[in-house]
C-alpha cells in the first residue's frame, strides 16, 4: 500500500506519520505553483526591477541605459520637488491617519448603540466608500469652489468672505486631507462595528458594577480589545496615505507650486510625463523602503503589545 | 551552415517578403489614436470620417482608437512604442515635438512630399501653426486640432456696470479700468463679482504666454534649447497678472482652477475669463446671458499663443503603410474636412481656404464670435514648447504660482523657473 499509486490517500492511511518524499513535496510546491506565479510576477519582479533601475540612466531615444551608480540618488537629494512632496506627504500620512481612524471609531460607536434611525446612519457613513474617489474629487472641487461652492455657502451665511480653498498655499492641502479623511472614516467604521459587536456586554457590565465611568471603561476595557482592528485600520490607512493619489490629479494637479504634491504623485509626473523612468524608479525605492520600515516597525513593535482573544 | 542551407533559407526568405509585400498591397492596416480635449461627439464624427476616408480609398483600412485625454494618449502611444507596438498614426499635443523626437519615436514628413501638391498643401497651413511643428529644418507635426486663447465677456455684466455691452477691453489698462467697475462689492466689502478670470492651475504656461506676447517677449527660441523666463519683458507680465489680484483686486487671489473657470463665468462670479477657443460651443450653449468673444488685450504688442494637437507618424511603418498614412492625413486636411472639423468642435480651422468654404462662411455669418480667433492668428506665436517639455513647463508653472499665491515675488519666481530650466536643458546645449 505504502508503494501505491496515490501517495496522498497513502498517508492519510498510514498510523505514523511518514517522512514526506518527493512526490509529496512537487504536490505541495505546485499547489503554491499559482499564488507563487502571481506574486513573483507582480510583486516581486517588479520591485528587484525597479531597484536595479534606479542605478540606471534613463534609456532615451537610441542612448540606452548605463550604470550611473548613485547619480540618481544624489540628483533626488538636491530635488527640491523630492523634499517638499516628502514633507507634504508626512504631514498628510500624519493628519489623515489620526482623524480617519479618531473619525471611524467615533461613529462605530455611535452606531453601535440603540439609537433612532441606526441603519439609515451606518449607511450614509459608509456611503463615501463605495462611491470612486474620481468622482468624490469632482464633487469636492466644486464644494471648495470660491464663492458659490457648499463650503462657502455655509461660512457665507456667518458673514466669512469667500475663500479661494484649493488656490492658496495655506489650505489646499488641509482641504485635500479633508477629502481623504471624508471617504476612509466610513470603511474603518465598518471593522469597528464588526469588532464592538464582537466585546462581550459582561465585560462592560462588569466594570460598570465596579464602579467605572465610560470613559474609564472605554479607555481600559473597550480600546484595548480593539486594539487588533486598530492595527489593522493603521495598516490600512497608512497604505492608503501613500497610496491613493486620484483626488491630487482631479483637485490640484499638486499645486499651487507643489503645495499639494504627494509623493506617489510626483512618482507619477517624473515617470509619465518627464519620461524620467530611472529617477522615477529611484523615488519609488524611497517609498517602498519608507513602507517596509513602517511595516515592520508595525510588526515587530507594536505587534506585540497587541493582546488577541 | 552549408552554402545549401543558406541557398535554401535566402529563397525561403524572399518568398515570405514577397508574400507578405503583396498581401500589404491589397490591404494596408493602420492604427490611429486621438484624444478628446473638448466637448462635443468627436468619436462619432471621427469615425465618420474614417469610414468615408475608407470608402474613397479601397485597400486601406484604419483602426481609430480614442485614447483618453492629450496626457492620457501620449502615455499610451510611448508605452506602446516602448514596447515595441507603436500606433502608426497619433494626434498629439504640438508641443510634444520635442520629446517624440527626442525618444526617436516619430519620422518628419519632408520625404513624402514629392509632387508640387504635396509641397504646396504643406504651406497651405497658417504659419502660426507651423511654428510648433517644425524644426532643424523638418517638418514633424501636422495641425489638426488647434486653438488658442481668446477673452470671453459677459455683456450684461458690462451694461449693469455702465459700460458698452459690445466693446471689450482692448489695452491692459482698459482691462484695469473696465476692471474697477465690473468688480462688484457688497457693504461689507465681499466681492460678489470679479471683473476677470485667468486660470492658473492647468495649462498656467499657456495662459502666460497670453500676457507675454502681449509684452513683445517670446519665451524661448525655435530649437527648443533656450528660455528666457527671467528677462524683464516676463517679469513685467507676470507682475500685472499678480497685480490683478494684489493690486488692482479685480481678480480673484489665489490660484484659479482651470477647470471650473467657465462655470464662474455661467455663474456670473466672473465677467469676463480668459481660455481657448475649444471651449467656444460649451459657453455658446450654457451662458444664461448675451456673451461676446474678443481677441486678448494688447499691451507693447498684441498676441496668444496657438495650442492642441497635431497629427504625428510613428516610426517602424513600411513604405506602404507611410504612403497610405499620408493620404489620410491630406485627406482629414482638405480645406472642407477642416472647415467641417472647426465647425462642429470650435478648434479653429487650420489653413485660410478652409474659411472660404460655403459651409464656414455660412457658419460665421450666423456666429461671428468663431472668427475672432482666427483674426487673432495674425498674432499668434508658438506655445511654449522646449526639449524635456514637461518638465521644463512645470518649472514655469510653478514659478508663476507661487508669484500668484504671493510665496515669492514675479522676480524672484521667474529668475528660480529660468535657473531650473537652465539646469534641465544643459544636456541639449
Known amino acids: ?309 | 551552415m552549408s552554402a545549401r542551407l543558406k541557398w535554401l533559407f535566402a529563397i525561403a526568405a524572399t518568398a515570405l517578403m514577397a508574400l507578405t509585400s503583396a498581401a500589404t498591397a491589397k490591404d494596408i492596416t493602420l492604427s490611429f489614436y486621438y484624444p478628446i480635449a473638448v466637448g462635443g461627439p468627436i468619436p462619432k464624427i471621427i469615425d465618420g470620417y474614417v469610414a468615408d476616408f475608407e470608402k474613397e480609398n479601397p485597400g486601406i483600412s484604419i483602426k481609430a482608437i480614442y485614447a483618453g485625454t492629450y496626457q492620457d494618449t501620449l502615455v499610451k502611444a510611448l508605452t506602446a512604442f516602448k514596447s515595441g507596438e507603436p500606433p502608426d498614426i497619433a494626434v498629439l499635443l504640438s508641443t510634444d515635438m520635442f520629446t517624440l523626437i527626442d525618444e526617436d519615436a516619430i519620422a518628419p514628413f519632408d520625404d513624402l512630399l514629392k509632387t508640387d501638391t504635396e509641397k504646396a498643401w504643406l504651406k497651405s497651413f497658417y504659419p502660426a501653426f507651423m511654428e510648433n511643428s517644425q524644426t532643424g529644418n523638418k517638418t514633424w507635426g501636422i495641425p489638426f486640432q488647434r486653438s488658442t486663447i481668446v477673452m470671453y465677456w459677459n455683456k450684461d455684466a458690462f451694461k449693469a456696470a455702465g459700460l458698452d455691452p459690445d466693446k471689450a477691453p482692448d489695452t491692459w489698462d482698459e482691462l484695469v479700468a473696465d476692471g474697477q467697475k465690473l468688480t462688484q462689492r457688497d457693504a461689507s466689502g465681499n466681492v460678489s463679482q470679479w471683473a476677470v478670470e485667468i486660470p492658473s492651475t492647468a495649462f498656467t504656461y499657456w495662459l502666460f504666454q497670453g500676457l507675454t506676447t502681449a509684452n513683445n517677449v517670446r519665451l524661448m527660441n525655435p530649437a527648443g534649447t533656450q528660455t528666457a523666463f527671467d528677462k524683464p519683458g516676463v517679469i513685467e507680465a507676470l507682475q500685472f497678472w499678480v497685480d490683478l489680484s494684489r493690486k488692482d483686486k479685480i481678480q480673484p487671489a489665489g490660484t484659479i482652477e482651470w477647470g471650473t473657470t467657465p462655470k464662474d463665468f455661467f455663474e456670473k462670479k466672473a465677467a469676463i475669463m480668459w481660455t481657448s477657443t475649444g471651449n467656444l460651443t460649451n459657453v455658446r450653449k450654457n451662458a444664461p446671458f448675451p456673451f461676446g468673444v474678443a481677441m486678448l488685450p494688447a499691451h507693447q504688442g498684441r498676441g496668444s499663443p496657438t495650442g492642441g494637437g497635431n497629427f504625428y507618424f510613428f516610426k517602424k511603418m513600411s513604405d506602404d503603410q507611410r504612403a497610405a498614412a499620408f493620404k489620410f492625413v491630406q485627406w482629414m486636411t482638405t480645406p472642407e474636412r477642416a472647415a467641417d472639423w472647426g465647425i462642429q468642435t470650435g478648434y479653429v480651422a487650420v489653413r485660410p481656404d478652409a474659411w472660404d468654404t460655403d459651409a464656414m462662411k455660412k457658419y460665421v455669418a450666423d456666429f461671428p464670435a468663431a472668427a475672432v480667433a482666427r483674426d487673432q492668428l495674425k498674432y499668434a506665436v508658438a506655445e511654449l514648447s522646449t526639449h524635456d517639455n514637461q518638465r521644463v513647463t512645470k518649472a514655469l508653472n510653478d514659478g508663476i504660482q507661487a508669484a500668484l499665491t504671493g510665496t515669492k515675488t514675479p522676480e524672484q519666481a521667474m529668475k528660480d523657473a529660468q535657473a531650473e530650466a537652465v539646469r534641465i536643458l544643459r544636456f541639449y546645449q
Open chain 1, 1 to 309: 500500500m505504502m508503494h501505491g499509486a496515490e501517495p496522498a490517500a497513502a498517508m492519510s492511511a498510514a498510523a505514523a506519520p511518514p517522512r514526506p518524499r518527493l512526490s509529496t513535496q512537487f504536490h505541495g510546491w505546485l499547489l503554491l505553483l499559482p499564488a507563487a506565479v502571481l506574486l513573483v510576477t507582480f510583486t516581486h519582479y517588479p520591485t528587484v526591477a525597479t531597484i536595479i533601475d534606479s542605478f540606471f540612466s534613463t534609456p532615451k531615444g537610441r542612448r540606452a541605459a548605463v550604470f550611473v551608480g548613485a547619480d540618481n540618488y544624489q540628483a533626488m537629494l538636491g530635488d527640491p520637488v523630492f523634499w517638499r512632496a516628502l514633507a507634504n506627504n508626512i504631514v498628510y500620512a500624519a493628519s489623515v491617519i489620526p482623524l480617519t481612524i479618531a473619525l471611524a471609531l467615533a461613529m462605530a460607536i455611535w452606531v453601535n448603540g440603540k439609537i433612532a434611525g441606526r441603519p439609515f446612519l451606518r449607511l450614509s457613513f459608509f456611503t463615501p466608500t463605495v462611491l470612486p474617489m474620481i468622482a468624490v474629487a469632482n464633487i469636492w472641487q466644486f464644494f471648495y469652489a470660491p464663492g458659490y461652492g457648499l463650503l462657502d455657502q455655509l461660512l457665507g451665511v456667518f458673514g466669512t468672505p469667500a475663500h479661494n480653498w484649493l488656490g492658496d498655499q495655506s489650505t489646499a492641502l488641509v482641504c485635500l486631507i479633508a477629502v481623504a479623511v471624508w471617504k476612509d472614516a466610513g470603511f474603518f467604521m465598518i471593522f469597528y462595528l464588526a469588532a464592538l459587536q464582537q466585546l462581550s456586554p459582561q465585560l462592560a457590565e462588569a466594570a460598570s458594577i465596579e464602579g467605572a465611568g465610560r470613559w474609564y471603561c472605554f479607555r481600559r476595557v473597550t480600546f484595548p480589545l480593539l486594539m487588533p482592528t486598530t492595527l489593522f485600520v493603521l495598516i490600512n490607512a497608512i497604505i492608503n496615505s501613500f497610496r491613493l493619489i486620484d483626488h491630487i490629479v482631479v483637485m490640484t494637479q499638486g499645486g499651487p507650486d507643489n503645495t499639494t504634491a504627494l509623493l506617489l504623485f510626483y512618482i507619477y509626473e517624473v515617470g509619465f510625463k518627464f519620461w524620467d523612468t530611472a529617477y522615477a524608479a529611484t523615488l519609488t525605492v524611497v517609498l517602498l523602503v519608507f513602507l517596509a520600515m513602517v511595516a515592520l516597525g508595525q510588526f515587530l513593535i507594536l505587534d506585540r503589545r497587541i493582546h488577541y482573544q
